[in-house]
């Protein structure tokens, strides 16, 4: 059974950072790609950043050059580095591999 845990939000100061962990367990970690997804009040799902079993990585525009996404195919972990955050990236931040979703951690940002 594909189990995804999110952990490390919270709130933060505008410009500060936060460093979000997923932890997987279940499936055979190292063979599939990994997403954070996040999602604002009255938004739709978004991706944020995405990371292939190779380690190939996709940000959105809207972070780029701002948050990173890594992972540890030993531990089974991925993360989601964030820095330089700002109020609109206030949001619930979800891992995803496949159909598979955590249940979130919220990320709050203030002004």
């Known amino acids: 059974q594909v189990q995804l845990v999110e952990s490390g939000g919270g709130l933060v100061q505008a410009g500060g950072s936060l460093r979000l962990s997923c932890a997987a367990s279940?499936?055979?970690?190292?063979?599939?790609?990994m997403g954070w997804y996040r999602q604002a009040p009255g938004k739709v799902r978004e991706l944020v950043a995405r990371i292939t079993k190779d380690g190939d990585t996709t940000t959105a525009d809207s972070v780029k050059g701002r948050f990173r996404i890594s992972r540890d195919n030993g531990k089974s972990l991925v993360y989601l580095q964030m820095n330089s955050l700002k109020p609109e990236d206030s949001a619930v931040y979800y891992c995803n591999t496949e159909a598979n979703w955590g249940q979130g951690t919220q990320v709050t940002v203030s002004s």
């Open positions: 279940g499936f055979s970690f190292s063979l599939y790609t």
